[in-house]
């Protein structure tokens, strides 16, 4: 019992916490399935996997180990908040440019790795184009922020403090139980339902990381706000190159156009990256090497 008492006020907040975020996350897929049926909730749900692939590939191989490291700096909140800028920063040279290409290369990504799956074997490619592209395209826009947003709560738990974390679930899961209702009911389209889950998304990352840097690090957001100035400069960058370029190579075959992206969306970055000095990527490849 004593033992139990000790950690109790840690993972009841992180169990509660846990509870609620599966639920949030699901009751989209649930409200569909019920009442637009079982079609339209397997197209939301193809764009909704497929958006999930790079968060999951990246934030959930960095999530799992931030606890245990961060947790030495729980004393010292200034310096965990420091170190986890740092984390940031990465992320976000990696999510918001990637929210960039996904948004234009959706049509190409959709088709070349659903093109195989019965379900789409049966319906002409108008209706796969306007139905999960646009779905896909529109969640799209919300990976950046999701990919970031995923490390807060390794955060919360190395600075002891998981009722913050909880608090935000709450938050999070009655925005977004808000905006899956609007959708639903009111607009009664699954675009709307995908418009009024990636703003939800927002409003929960803004809510997060205001809980964080006043509650928990007792620290001026502006510092989280600096992470942000270069990332969304090369996400401009990359989305007018791709904006201005996509018109001509349209013609081109779906895998020919996909090259042709992610060929010009590494490259800028590279150049963005070397030109700033953010990251020494000559170095980083001979350290491999």
Known sequence: ???????????????????????SRNLDKLLIGKYMGMSPLGYYEKSYRLMMLPLQNIAHVITPVMHPIFSDYQHDLNHLASAYEKIIRLLAFIGLPLSVFLWFSAREITLIVYSDVAVFQIADQVQLVHIVLEHFQILSISVGIQIIMSTSGSI???????????????????????????????????????WCITITFSISFLQCYYQMYYITFRRSIIHLGKQFLSPILLSSIVF??????????????????????????????????????????????????
């Open 240 to 289: 007018l190159t791709l904006f201005l370029i996509t018109p001509f190579i349209t013609p081109y075959s779906l895998f020919i156009n996909l090259i042709i992206k992610s060929v010009v969306f590494i490259g800028i970055d590279s150049i963005y990256m070397h030109i700033t000095k953010e990251y020494n990527l000559v170095k980083l490849f001979k350290l491999k090497a």
């Open 1 to 23: 019992l004593p033992s139990i008492r000790k950690i109790f006020k840690f993972s009841a907040y992180q169990f509660m916490f846990n509870i609620i975020n599966y639920f």
């Open 156 to 194: 919360f738990q190395a600075s002891n403090d998981t009722r913050s974390l909880f608090l935000c679930g709450v938050f999070s899961s009655i925005i977004n139980v808000t905006g899956i209702c609007v959708g639903l009911f009111i607009f009664q389209t699954l675009d709307a339902v995908a």
